[in-house]
T-cell receptor, first 113, second 109 residues
Framework: DGGITQSPKYLFRKEGQNVTLSCEQNLNHDAMYWYRQDPGQGLRLIYYSQIVNDFQKGDIAEGYSVSREKKESFPLTVTSAQKNPTAFYLC????????????FGEGSRLTVL | KNEVEQSPQNLTAQEGEFITINCSYSVGISALHWLQQHPGGGIVSLFMLSSGKKKHGRLIATINIQEKHSSLHITASHPRDSAVYICAVRSNTGNQFYFGTGTSLTVIP
């Protein structure tokens, strides 16, 4: 079945460590997104990519980095520069165009110890 | 200021009740999405609409573009409908999406 796979589902990190969250899709979607979800807030955009080898910063990109070397993959690195990284991270993708629905992964919960 | 506002924030209903969740937005949009998030965290898309009304099973979504308002209705609610329902809009100026903070629904047997 087509879909988006995020891993790991749960991740614990010590302060000062970088971690990378994986996002893979087999939907042949061009656009991919990373969102952060905190209690009581709507999803906030970290980065998005509309095409391979190109990506744009979202509203809260500081302390994060991404790459888009393959259409299927859009990994997110949470760097030690991110001051408050404990959150739930969601990856999404959609087909380009006005009729493209958003598809989400199951999310990754990162906890900094 | 949030571009998307949802109400109510929390909702508890008895099984069988008719439920309405409201969404208002302040930006120009190309489409509005209703999403469902279960306790495990994964999100599924329920509806994408840009005008009128859509129905899927016991779920109905409507949108009024002039009033910048949408509603999600659940008829004959069931405990398995318990989830967080999120309204999201896609801006008509690009690929940006704006999300509401969600409505947490609990349906009691």
């Amino acid at each position: 079945d087509g879909g988006i796979t995020q891993s790991p589902k749960y991740l614990f990190r010590k302060e000062g460590q970088n971690v990378t969250l994986s996002c893979e899709q087999n939907l042949n979607h061009d656009a991919m997104y990373w969102y952060r979800q905190d209690p009581g807030q709507g999803l906030r955009l970290i980065y998005y990519s509309q095409i391979v080898n190109d990506f744009q910063k979202g509203d809260i990109a500081e302390g994060y980095s991404v790459s888009r070397e393959k259409k299927e993959s859009f990994p997110l690195t949470v760097t030690s520069a991110q001051k408050n990284p404990t959150a739930f991270y969601l990856c999404a993708s959609r087909r380009q165009g006005s009729t493209g629905e958003l598809f989400f992964g199951e999310g990754s919960r990162l906890t900094v110890l | 200021k949030n571009e998307v506002e949802q109400s109510p924030q929390n909702l508890t209903a008895q099984e069988g009740e008719f439920i309405t969740i409201n969404c208002s937005y302040s930006v120009g949009i190309s489409a509005l999405h209703w999403l469902q998030q279960h306790p495990g965290g994964g999100i599924v898309s329920l509806f994408m609409l840009s005008s009128g009304k859509k129905k899927h099973g016991r779920l109905i979504a409507t949108i009024n573009i002039q009033e910048k308002h949408s509603s999600l209705h659940i008829t004959a609610s069931h405990p398995r409908d318990s989830a967080v329902y999120i309204c999201a809009v896609r801006s008509n100026t690009g690929n940006q999406f704006y999300f509401g903070t969600g409505t947490s629904l609990t349906v009691i047997p």
